[in-house]
């Protein structure tokens, strides 16, 4: 076999050294965390196959380059070609070092014995049993941050590592890690806007032309800051209830907010089949909505989550699911609402209306919520991620909102919101509840 130096055919910048120098030196002693928020086309997802094609050699083991979607993951890198049309893929796994290459399942195997592959942390679930020694999270602020606890203690286990790498996509969990790791010295972390990055030559690496054409191409000049400068200001381009979640949490109703035993809680459900089941818990008071908990999880039937709901304190009230509770399973033949019934649950149907109506009921309805900041964490995160699709073809974006982990909290959330008692609902007047404090 010829000899082949890695990596191959590529030479970073002198920009992207001080993340693979510091990598290379913390997993030689095992381990390694890094977060790089780098700028539109600075290279990212370059050097961290690269690192990771150096990295297969040395310590021969499972490694994953997880998107958001797997759908995305063969689009991006899979599928991806450099500018001399040459498969990205090829160089930094040239086909002489491959035991095998399965296009399905976008895998390569190494003669080193290493395996490397591109997955979606919208299905991470289905990976259970893997056992990676290094991830790289590509998009991490677009991708499901439940795929990173999952990796979290195999990593921790096994000493391996793992690169978090993103531009921003506003104050979300993309946002947190970075300043978790800016406090960590055990973690390496770096942000590196258009006027960071040079070429060999000195040259920037994006010139002011080419911001400038994306400018009069209609990119606003928020979206420029986030992309161009890194700004973690800019809400994120095309979300339903961005707004409104920094609007809550900006008038303070985004803290501590605890269980009211005199009122009844209220469930709000999107019952998943293949996908996560969510549920979020409120307590009404006027028109003022508290959620007070949020419940999800996957691969589980309806008695687990009833059963949760049992162990919890709370005196209930009304348990509303969306209208597909009512279809009958094929197996039984019987529906998940008479199944619910059976284990001693009563739900009500979620009136029929719109996607597009059921939004702007959650719209309408957010201005009004109290949300407690820890216990329902993950679906605020979804409400505020939660987005409609962007069509590649006609470079704008879709009616219709993006399947991927914020569907199921935002859902829920809609189902609770056009179910609201009382008919139109008036804006609650902004005064913490009892026991509500704001964290900081």
């Given at each position: 076999?010829?000899?082949?130096?890695?990596?191959?055919?590529?030479?970073?910048?002198?920009?992207?050294?001080?993340?693979?120098?510091?990598?290379?030196?913390?997993?030689?002693?095992?381990?390694?965390?890094?977060?790089?928020?780098?700028?539109?086309?600075?290279?990212?997802?370059?050097?961290?196959?690269?690192?990771?094609?150096?990295?297969?050699?040395?310590?021969?083991?499972?490694?994953?380059?997880?998107?958001?979607?797997?759908?995305?993951?063969?689009?991006?890198?899979?599928?991806?070609?450099?500018?001399?049309?040459?498969?990205?893929?090829?160089?930094?796994?040239?086909?002489?070092?491959?035991?095998?290459?399965?296009?399905?399942?976008?895998?390569?195997?190494?003669?080193?014995?290493?395996?490397?592959?591109?997955?979606?942390?919208?299905?991470?679930?289905?990976?259970?049993?893997?056992?990676?020694?290094?991830?790289?999270?590509?998009?991490?602020?677009?991708?499901?941050?439940?795929?990173?606890?999952?990796?979290?203690?195999?990593?921790?286990?096994?000493?391996?590592?793992?690169?978090?790498?993103?531009?921003?996509?506003?104050?979300?969990?993309?946002?947190?890690?970075?300043?978790?790791?800016?406090?960590?010295?055990?973690?390496?972390?770096?942000?590196?806007?258009?006027?960071?990055?040079?070429?060999?030559?000195?040259?920037?690496?994006?010139?002011?032309?080419?911001?400038?054409?994306?400018?009069?191409?209609?990119?606003?000049?928020?979206?420029?800051?986030?992309?161009?400068?890194?700004?973690?200001d800019a809400a994120l381009t095309g979300a339903y209830y961005g707004k409104a979640i920094e609007a809550a949490r900006s008038e303070g109703r985004i803290g501590g907010v605890e269980w009211e035993p005199a009122l009844p809680v209220e469930t709000w459900w999107d019952l998943?089949?293949?996908?996560?089941?969510?549920?979020?818990?409120?307590?009404?008071?006027?028109?003022?909505?508290?959620?007070?908990?949020?419940?999800?999880?996957?691969?589980?039937?309806?008695?687990?989550?009833?059963?949760?709901?049992?162990?919890?304190?709370?005196?209930?009230?009304?348990?509303?699911?969306?209208?597909?509770?009512?279809?009958?399973?094929?197996?039984?033949?019987?529906?998940?609402?008479?199944?619910?019934?059976?284990?001693?649950?009563?739900?009500?149907?979620?009136?029929?209306?719109?996607?597009?109506?059921?939004?702007?009921?959650?719209?309408?309805?957010?201005?009004?919520?109290?949300?407690?900041?820890?216990?329902?964490?993950?679906?605020?995160?979804?409400?505020?991620?939660?987005?409609?699709?962007?069509?590649?073809?006609?470079?704008?974006?879709?009616?219709?909102?993006?399947?991927?982990?914020?569907?199921?909290?935002?859902?829920?959330?809609?189902?609770?919101?056009?179910?609201?008692?009382?008919?139109?609902?008036?804006?609650?007047?902004?005064?913490?509840?009892?026991?509500?404090?704001?964290?900081?």
């Amino acid at each position: 076999m010829p000899e082949i130096s890695l990596p191959h055919g590529w030479t970073p910048r002198t920009y992207q050294l001080p993340f693979l120098v510091a990598m290379q030196e913390a997993t030689a002693g095992g381990g390694g965390r890094a977060v790089l928020v780098w700028h539109r086309r600075s290279g990212k997802d370059a050097t961290a196959l690269n690192f990771t094609a150096c990295a297969a050699h040395r310590r021969p083991g499972v490694y994953w380059h997880m998107l958001p979607t797997a759908t995305q993951a063969r689009k991006a890198v899979w599928d991806a070609v450099d500018a001399s049309g040459k498969r990205v893929l090829d160089k930094v796994f040239p086909r002489v070092l491959r035991a095998g290459t399965n296009a399905t399942e976008m895998k390569i195997s190494l003669k080193c014995g290493a395996i490397w592959q591109l997955v979606g942390s919208d299905n991470f679930n289905s990976l259970v049993g893997a056992n990676p020694v290094g991830v790289v999270f590509s998009e991490y602020s677009l991708a499901d941050p439940a795929a990173w606890d999952y990796v979290r203690p195999i990593l921790a286990e096994n000493g391996g590592w793992a690169v978090f790498i993103f531009t921003p996509r506003g104050r979300n969990h993309g946002y947190v890690l970075l300043e978790m790791a800016r406090r960590n010295p055990n973690w390496f972390a770096q942000v590196l806007s258009v006027d960071d990055t040079r070429r060999a030559d000195g040259t920037p690496v994006i010139g002011a032309d080419a911001i400038e054409e994306d400018r009069r191409a209609g990119m606003a000049e928020e979206i420029l800051r986030q992309e161009y400068w890194c700004s973690f200001d800019a809400a994120l381009t095309g979300a339903y209830y961005g707004k409104a979640i920094e609007a809550a949490r900006s008038e303070g109703r985004i803290g501590g907010v605890e269980w009211e035993p005199a009122l009844p809680v209220e469930t709000w459900w999107d019952l998943g089949m293949g996908d996560s089941t969510a549920i979020w818990f409120a307590q009404r008071l006027g028109a003022e909505v508290r959620l007070i908990d949020y419940l999800e999880a996957s691969g589980e039937g309806l008695s687990f989550y009833i059963d949760v709901l049992k162990s919890k304190p709370y005196a209930y009230g009304r348990h509303i699911a969306p209208h597909d509770i009512e279809v009958r399973e094929l197996g039984t033949g019987k529906s998940r609402r008479e199944t619910a019934q059976k284990l001693g649950l009563r739900f009500e149907v979620a009136p029929a209306q719109s996607l597009a109506d059921g939004i702007e009921a959650s719209r309408a309805l957010i201005p009004n919520c109290w949300f407690d900041e820890t216990k329902c964490a993950r679906g605020i995160e979804a409400l505020a991620q939660y987005r409609r699709e962007w069509n590649d073809k006609t470079k704008d974006f879709k009616p219709t909102p993006l399947h991927d982990w914020t569907s199921h909290g935002s859902d829920a959330f809609r189902y609770g919101a056009v179910a609201r008692e009382g008919g139109k609902l008036g804006r609650a007047p902004l005064r913490a509840p009892s026991a509500f404090a704001v964290l900081r």
